[in-house]
């Protein structure tokens, strides 16, 4: 931004200063008109009008000015190709011009003579027209300038005005009382007055900071060259009817002038060339990284012919990790990874990068062990930013002569991300699996307007004596025709259709109207806590704070009654899904971090995340009553976490000494199929009965 403002600086005082000059030198070219007016009437004269050296000095001051302003005229930014196509412009119209001039001459000094006074007034006449010349020149040289093409050209035809006063005093040469100089002096004024209009419209139009001519105003000027040579052209042809020879001068000018059009077209040429080939360039290249782009990739997976592979890449959790660390380093990670397949595919391997984190191979034969190379690189981390990550990926691999490669390489990337991760080699099995997805998601969709789902609750006890005090909320889907769909088989589907969010909605506000229920049939806190499992896809939706928020007012359930239960996979990434625990822990819900120690970060998570419970995963409690070591990890957790004031769920408990040592060991929640498996709510009502009668 201060560049700019830096920019937009220089350009306004270069165009004040522009102006200054133009300005005082149009006061001079009137000043000068009055002068001539005042020679030719204080003086008499025959044939030739007077002119004095006041009004020469007149005429040498404005065309100082002329000349001093654009020299002055910022411009620039071009090519060496653009650069010679500029000079070779320049030296198309200086030749024109000196054509014109030498025929021009003549006429002066065959119709006025070759005094003093003629000679002095060819010159003055000629310089103006030069300035004009300049200004010409200027449009075509300057590759930017903060003074727009068309005051510019306003301003180049005021130089016309010289030679066209003296053809004036020609013509009038029967009416000595009639002024040439005179005549053209209102349309100085005019174009003066229509090249600062120019100058005004453009000021008020949005522009660059550093030019208003744009980029494409050089190639319109390039019709400037044709147009010259088209006016010489006619103006030897008018010469030659009229005197029946051309000179010297005329014809070695013209030679010149043909060659400089031919040179000139060849360097255009060859300028289009290459930016034709930038162009093709950039459209089939990523900007970013180098490598080529999808459709450049997928042209040339469809055209191998013989034994190919092709393998895309997909980065796990990457728009997680750009939100997280920024897009800087998202953008440095990305080329540091096509580094990384660079030197892992070799030179015989075509890199590509058909969009966002998604990279490809193209290689030539098949490659067995690839995948596993591939997977054992991510063991290092990448180097981004000053920060060093670590990245697991997506791997989808296909190989054989058929024409449709990369579409098979899709569907195993596909495979891959429903897995969970592990390389996906095609098979034609993969396309059926995909097909009965598809047919699931649509089924999904039904269901939920069918209301073919329903809540199962599993209770959460207090140790060592197994009061219940809370509840998990766990979703299941009973189809009409009586088949029952595990929660393992819909729920991945749901996440990669997105139907989650919607199906997340309803679970929210189910579980919320029968907390509801709870507290009206039994005491306002005969459940401490109502646990609802929360996905990492909806974590990334904004609106789901306000979900739980309605939920919540609308079923008169306190906030402190809920827990979201997330997993740390969901928010290592940081970014949007973090933000949203973080608005959901503000509107006072509880936020537990499910099956705890298994994810990327545990430790780290409990300072950034703000966390109320831990729920410490079976696979650790499924080792008490074995060796100290087997021990080692529940006896830490529950340590740390009574250290941080949180409160610790055992998961998976499914016998009466597991409950036992987690007792002795300081835990006070737990649950699993020891105490019981999950019930419908009318299981639960049986509980809070028992437990109000135990307590009576």
Known sequence: MAASGRLVMLADGALRIFWRHVALGMVAVVLAGLSQSVDISTTAYSGMPPISGRTLLLYAVATFFAVWSMLRLPGGGRSWRQLTTAVLDVAVVAVTSAIAASQYVDWFNHRFGAG?????????????????????IKIMSARRSPVPQGALWWLATIGLLGPLSTVLISLLRPWPHLNGTAAVLPFVGLFGVLAARAQGRAASAERSPAAVAPASAYRKGNVVPMVATGLTSLLLAIVFLRTGHLTLVQVAGTALLLLLVVARQAVALGENTALLNKVAHQAMHDELTGLVGRRY???????????HTVVLIDLKDFRELNDGLGPQVGDELLVAYAGRLRRLAGDQALVGRPGGDEFGLL???EHPDLADRLLAVNAEPLHAAGQ?????VFVGIAHGDAGDLHRRAEVALRASVASGGRAVVYDAS????????????????????A???????????????GRLM???ALIRWNRADGRVISPTEFIPVAEDSGLIVELGAWTIETVCAQAAAWRREHAADALRSVAVNVSARQLLDPALPDVVAAAL????IPARQLTIEITETAVFGGGRALATVHALSQLGVAIALDDFGTGHSSLGLLRTCPVDAIKVDKSFIDGLGGTPQQEAIATALTGIADTMGLRTVAEGVETAHQARRLAELGYRHAQGFHFARPMPPAGIDELLRQNHLAAA
Do not use: C, K
């Open 297 to 307: 990739f997928t042209a040339a997976a469809d055209r191998a012919r013989g034994s």
């Open 116 to 136: 003093v006074s003629a000679r002095w007034l060819n010159i003055a006449m000629t310089a103006t027209a030069v300035a004009g010349v300049v200004v010409v």
């Open 388 to 392: 060093e990550v670590l990245v697991d």
């Open 451 to 465: 209301g073919e789902f329903h809540m199962l609750y599993q209770p959460i006890v207090e140790l060592p004596h």
């Open 470 to 472: 809370g509840v998990e």
């Open 553 to 556: 007012a609308r079923h008169g």
């Open 363 to 365: 290689l030539r034969g």
């Open 430 to 449: 993969l396309e059926r699996q995909l097909s009965h997805r598809a047919t699931m998601a649509a089924e999904l969709r039904r269901a939920l307007v």
